[in-house]
């Protein structure tokens, strides 16, 4: 519009402007990695200004690609920072994937560069022969092991930063270049690549900030928390929330490898009060021995990658931890939604106040959420009706890199699906199954995330899975998968009288209790975690017939 | 890219978007207008869709602009999203203007519709016959006046909303369409007019957003608050904190007409908590008859527009209100800073506190806030060192309308210029004087905002001014205009001796004492309430010399 004058500056939304505020308001906050570093905010930008002057002596010029392999770090966080704010894309390597998956995502994705741990050498020993597009290493290594002696390593990291100037020129370039990808893990195929970019990045900052900060009373960041991840940062960049934390100013824990003593010993000694993880690592940082003596009120806790089970959400509670649920997923930034007990809830007692704790909860700003069914209308918000859930945000990948048919089934009628099934309950989403996970059994839908729930609140259950598995007669019924907490023993009989409780109570149906409970010592897990529903129906395909 | 699917959504920055996540999250949640009306946010959202069709019915369509002349109202309300939404653009008239001004302005933005209080018929008497681009009128009345029998005049606003339909199919456009329009009123020349889009506004609401919730422990506005703006909705969007009560879920309060027993009033009645005001209109508040009977403990007020006086805060805290600044004009939509207390403040007694409840305070995310010299490069943040302020942020006004020369000026060096003078203490940004405001004495600078603040604190000073006036011997003297609380007197020597007590604590210089201190009934104001400085240096300009 020639309203504009020639040389108004429009803003792109470029994530070297997250920088803008909080170098001023706290450039002398700390950003603290183990036992071993602590850096000021300050001192931290010149870093970032430092790895894009190593990084542009190796070579990386705009556009291209740099994967880093690394546990949560401050190095970590400056790839964050550097490598997009130089133009170039991060790809963060899952480094929980096998070999054979992490050469496919690192060859799908051909990054010239990787910035690699020493930790992970017996993993690039393995496949650096395969490897097609890297051509120069960066190493890392804490305990000070010596770089290998193969071609393209470059330096080790703090050596080369140190030779180089803190002052980098970032330029401004369009705010739709790609910032990030890595790959998601499904249960079929190979792993599928998902991006991001620096506007999206921007934008789901702000609405994140915006979302977490809001809380009433609770269930909250704010200027006065001390933020420690333990999602990891190669997972959906750690929810975004590094990014968050930086706006905010406060002072930021980077835990290295997650190990439940460490993390305990990283909460007591730095004062963390605001984390986000899965349910299985707040368990076991729960049940370790080491817990009982930190003191654990106040902590604020959101869980995503898996539902929050109540009985996971009571013992937290207990302990004065400020536990709650939030939902999203490798497709979507991550976060679509948290949940918060705003003071409209019905809040009169504490089953209730864990009920809410544990949805998946309300939208945060600008996404559209919806239940709908096969013909994309929406289901009633009842409280009960489900349909699939599909999401517009801001912050979506537009489609997986490469690969135009999952793109478009992704992408399917303009809205992202996300498989998963679910209900509104108050403007609460309430998750009830994967869609492929859903069991459907005499022609009725049982949810088996609301059995495992159920489940994983009887006293003596460490752990539950519910599958579905084919019976002649019913088409499908439920199987139970429990594995008891420490030192204790789990009978069939017992866990069965459980859930005939809940039947007794109206909050299942008779049918939606497993024929088989099964006990066991342990339950597979996928790279990230989460409960591996696709190995466990293959183990269990041929479950006795319920009778 | 082509890994994007065909099908993606890009997710455009429009303001319909706002509405996503809270008729989801709050449907049920109140929107009331003085003790008239009480909608819920479901039926607001309709009513933003019949207001849309009354427009289209009139002939409003893409592009076109549609002014209204109101007080704070839920109609007001419904024009900032219905014209908007439906790629309109809305003119808030400044009410508070000359009607020569206001025929001004409307000419100059040319709309083809307006939206007319009953209040203003006086007004539009008197400029309609000179109206060039106005074909279309909306009456509204609260009182039921009759509509005149002027031709255009469509019909009353309730009628017309009442007829349509609340469906209207809003559809996705460029976010860079322009959303608002409205006027400042420089101390020069015509009023000019400032734009934004709705890409600015989204933007500006998650950071608003995001900065106003995260206060650490107060100056923060949260999900169980109670919304009521005290700065005029014509008034830079009422800082945009309506869009960000939206996103909140909370409650919402329009006081219409501005009347300190009202206000209170709908205080007491509705149980507000957050809102903001110039700190004359707090003033007002604090000193009516009626604030005795109403408990402000709990309310939280950002004082915006002219700076908060540090005897204006005391006497606020007194009250057990938590005020405290923000930073932000016409031309930036407007929201640059905040003066929350963050933990890494000296708030070692209360009148530390109080000066950082007083400055403009620090940079929301994304703004980019300096205090440079004349060649724009940064003056030390030494809490004292001076230099213009300077800003880029996403939400800035890309020029003035139809007017290159002062955009050129306001973007020289691709910095918006603010015409403020001050200085970073601590990432806090302190406002020393409008650039034309400064006077310089025998040399050295003072500041009249300091000034301001100190003979404020006088237990018998109501309401002050200072400027600088021509002196023979030091070039500029300052000399201040202040106006007695009710029912006290005021003696020069005595405001001299109240001065020289902060020159002892070398708090200021001698020379920062006024030569004069003129004792007067009440102060110049500018349409928006600000001190009309331009008026009180023509009045003063013979002041006697200092001796």
């Known amino acids: 519009m020639n309203d504009h004058a020639d040389n108004a500056y429009a803003f792109p939304l470029l994530i070297r402007h997250l920088w803008n505020a909080p170098l001023v308001r706290s450039p002398d906050q700390e950003i603290i990695y183990r036992d071993m570093n602590r850096f000021t905010y300050r001192e931290l930008r010149q870093r970032v200004g430092r ?25 970590y966080l400056e790839s964050f920072y550097a490598v997009p704010m130089m133009g170039a894309t991060l790809q963060m390597v899952n480094i929980r994937l096998s070999p054979d998956q992490i050469l496919y995502t690192l060859n799908h994705a051909a990054p010239g560069t990787l910035i690699v741990n020493s930790e992970f050498l017996g993993i690039l020993d393995e496949i650096r022969d395969r490897l097609t597009s890297i051509k120069r290493f960066i190493w890392i290594s804490d305990e000070g092991a010596s770089m290998p002696e193969w071609p393209g390593f470059e330096g080790e990291y703090e050596s080369l930063l140190a030779w180089e100037s803190p002052n980098f020129a970032f330029h401004d370039f369009d705010e739709n270049t790609r910032a990030t990808t890595f790959y998601t893990t499904g249960t079929t195929g190979d792993p599928k690549g998902v991006f991001f970019s620096h506007r999206q990045l921007v934008l789901h900052t702000l609405a994140t900030m915006a979302a977490f900060c809001s809380g009433a009373d609770g269930q909250r960041i704010h200027r006065g928390d001390v933020y420690m991840p333990i999602t990891p940062m190669f997972h959906v960049h750690a929810w975004g929330l590094p990014y968050v934390a930086l706006q905010l100013g406060v002072k930021q824990v980077y835990p290295g490898r997650y190990m439940p003593e460490a993390l305990l010993a990283l909460i007591e000694k730095e004062g963390v009060t605001f984390s986000h993880c899965v349910p299985t690592l707040l368990q076991m940082l729960l049940t ?19 539902a929050l089970p109540v009985g996971l959400a009571r013992q937290a509670c207990e302990r004065g931890v400020d536990v709650f649920g939030g939902y999203g997923m490798s497709e979507t930034c991550p976060v679509l939604s948290i949940a918060q007990l705003d003071p ?29 069914d096969a013909d994309m ?49 108050n403007g609460y989403l309430k998750i009830t199954d994967r869609i492929k996970d859903v069991i459907k059994s005499g022609g009725e839908w049982v949810s088996s995330l609301q059995i495992e729930d159920l489940l994983s609140q009887h006293p003596a259950v460490a752990e539950v899975a519910v599958i579905g598995v084919r019976d002649e007669k019913w088409g499908e019924r439920p199987l139970a998968v429990v594995v008891p907490k420490a030192g204790q023993a789990l009978a069939e009989s017992d866990l069965k009288a459980h859930l005939l409780h809940f039947v007794e109570q109206g909050i299942i149906s008779k049918y939606a209790v497993p024929a088989h409970i099964l006990v066991a010592s342990a339950i597979e897990k996928t790279s990230v975690g989460k409960l591996d529903k696709k190995a466990l129906r293959a183990r269990y395909a041929g479950a006795p017939p319920s009778s």
Chains 1, 2 share one sequence.
């Open 377 to 425: 209308q929406d289901v009633p918000a009842d409280g009960q009706t489900t349909g699939e859930v599909v999401v517009r945000s801001p912050w979506l990948t537009q489609g997986y890199t490469g690969n135009p048919a999952a793109s478009e089934k992704l992408w399917e009628g303009a809205y992202l699906h996300t498989q998963d099934v679910g209900y509104f309950d």
């Open 51 to 75: 790895l894009a002057n190593v990084l542009r002596s190796v070579g990386v010029g705009f556009g291209d690609t740099v994967a880093i392999m690394d546990w949560d770090s401050h190095r």
């Open 288 to 306: 370790s021995p080491k817990s009982a003596d930190v003191d654990l009120r106040g902590w604020k806790v959101v869980i995503g990658g898996s």
């Open 344 to 372: 409209h809830l019905d809040l009169s007692d504490k089953e209730h106040e864990l009920a809410w704790r544990c949805k998946a909860g309300a939208p945060i700003p600008l996404v559209e959420l919806r239940t709908v």
